[in-house]
Structures are given as C-alpha cells and as structure tokens.
Nanobody, 113 residues
C-alpha cells in the first residue's frame, strides 16, 4: 500500500525558512516522479515543484529560486526547502506521486508579516 506522510510545517515570520518532508512508503522515490503542491485558503491547489525519478528538479515560475526540492533515497523521503517565506506562501502543502491519486494529508505552513 502506497502512503505519503508530510511534516515540517509550522508558523513562521516573513523571511524565515522551513523544510518540509514527505516520507513515502510502498514505492521507491527513485521509481516515480514526486511532486509538491499547495493550496491557500479560498484558492485552487497549485503545483510547486517536482523531482523526477532520475532526480531532476523542476519548479513553478512563481518559486523564483526560493524553494528547492530534493530527495534522500536511503530514507525514501522527498523534501521541499522553503526560503524567505512570505505571507502569500501561507497554504497547506501536499506531496503526490505524479500522475496518480496518491497524495499525502498535507502540512500547514503559515507565514506572518
């Protein structure tokens, strides 16, 4: 059974950083592309970043270098490092196996000004 569990969210001030984790079970992170998405209050869920099965990262245009996706194959975990967070980054952040309905439960990130 495939399971994704996010953690690492929290309440931070503008300009601070967080590292989100997504522990994957039931499939190797090197076997599938893994993506990060976010959903802000009252807005549609949007794609943030992906790390491909061969480890190549890609990010949405709005990221502009502030976020970085990575993985640890030994821990079967995907990370999303968030730098210089702003209030507009407030959202629930989810990880997903791209192309499937396998999503995590999400982790809340709240950025105060």
């Amino acid at each position: 059974q495939v399971q994704l569990v996010e953690s690492g969210g929290g309440l931070v001030q503008a300009g601070e950083s967080l590292r989100l984790s997504c522990v994957v079970s039931g499939v190797a992170v090197s076997a599938k592309p893994l993506g990060w998405y976010r959903q802000a209050p009252g807005k549609a869920r949007e794609w943030v970043a992906t790390i491909s099965s061969n480890g190549r990262p890609s990010e949405a245009n709005f990221v502009q270098g502030r976020f970085a996706v990575s993985r640890d194959k030994a821990k079967n975990t995907v990370y999303l490092q968030l730098y210089n967070l702003q209030p507009d980054d407030t959202a629930v952040y989810y990880c997903r196996i791209i192309g499937t309905d396998n999503w995590g439960q999400g982790t809340q990130v709240t950025v105060s000004s």
